[in-house]
C-alpha cells in the first residue's frame, strides 16, 4: 500500500499537466451539494464526505474498475484527505488527494476548469463563522447572565484543538446536514454516483 503521507497527494499544477496531457483522471468532489454547486472543477463528481465513509467499499470497487488516475479533493484539503484514507481501507490504494484542495487550484492555476455558481459559503468559512460565534456568545454570556456560560467558549476551544490535533471537524459534518449545505434535487444517492463512476469508465 502507498505511504498516505508522501505518494498520493498532487499539487494544482500537477493535476492541470495531468488534464492537459490527457491522462482524463476521474475527480471525486467530496464537498457538500450547495459547496460543488458554488463552485466546481468541470467534470467532476460529486460524491459527498459522508457518502464515501458510509459506502466505502463499492466505491473503492466501482473507481478500482475505471482504467483512470482517481483524484481527490475538497475545499481545503482534511476531507479528501479523510475520504482517501476510509477508499484505501476499502482497498483503492491508489488514488491521490489534491493538496490544498479547490482553493489552491484556483489560486494556483485559476479558474479556467472551474464551473462558478451561486451557492452558500465554502464548509471552512462557515465553520470560522460557528466557532467564533459560539465562543463570543459564550463570552457575552459569561459577562452579561452567569459565568457558567464561558463553559460555552471552553468547549468550542476544547474542540477545535481536537480538530486541529485529529485532522477531523466535527463541526464541519454538523454543518454538512443543515438545509442550505443540501441540494435542491435532495441528497446525493450512492446509485447514480456508481451509475456516473461506470459512465466516465465505459469506452468513448
Avoid at 463552485?39 to 459522508?50: F, Q, R
Avoid at 477508499?87 to 472551474?114: E, I, P, Q
Avoid at 449545505?181 to 435532495?186: A, E, L, M
Wanted: proline letters at 5%.
Amino acid at each position: 500500500m502507498a505511504d498516505q503521507n508522501t505518494l498520493t497527494l498532487l499539487s494544482a499544477e500537477e493535476l492541470r499537466r495531468m488534464i492537459d496531457d490527457g491522462a482524463d483522471p476521474v475527480l471525486i468532489d467530496v464537498r457538500t451539494p450547495a459547496e460543488h454547486r458554488s463552485a466546481h472543477l468541470l467534470g467532476s463528481l460529486l460524491v459527498p464526505d459522508e457518502l464515501v465513509s458510509r459506502e466505502a467499499q463499492r466505491l473503492a470497487d466501482a473507481l478500482a474498475a475505471v482504467d483512470r488516475p482517481v483524484v481527490l479533493l475538497c475545499q481545503a484539503g482534511p476531507r479528501s484527505q479523510q475520504a482517501q484514507q476510509a477508499l484505501s481501507a476499502a482497498g483503492l490504494t491508489d488514488s491521490r488527494v489534491l493538496s490544498g484542495g479547490l482553493n489552491a487550484y484556483r489560486a494556483t492555476v485559476g479558474d479556467d476548469a472551474v464551473e462558478v455558481g451561486e451557492g452558500p459559503w465554502a464548509m471552512e468559512r462557515q465553520v470560522r463563522m460557528a466557532a467564533g460565534s459560539l465562543v463570543l456568545a459564550g463570552l457575552l454570556g459569561g459577562r452579561l447572565l452567569s459565568p457558567k456560560a464561558r463553559v460555552v467558549s471552553g468547549a468550542i476551544a476544547s474542540g477545535l484543538v481536537f480538530s486541529a490535533a485529529t485532522n477531523t471537524c466535527g463541526m464541519a459534518k454538523a454543518l454538512a446536514r443543515m438545509p442550505w449545505n443540501q441540494s435542491p434535487q435532495g441528497p446525493v444517492r450512492i446509485e447514480d454516483v456508481l451509475q456516473e463512476i461506470e459512465a466516465v469508465g465505459a469506452p468513448a
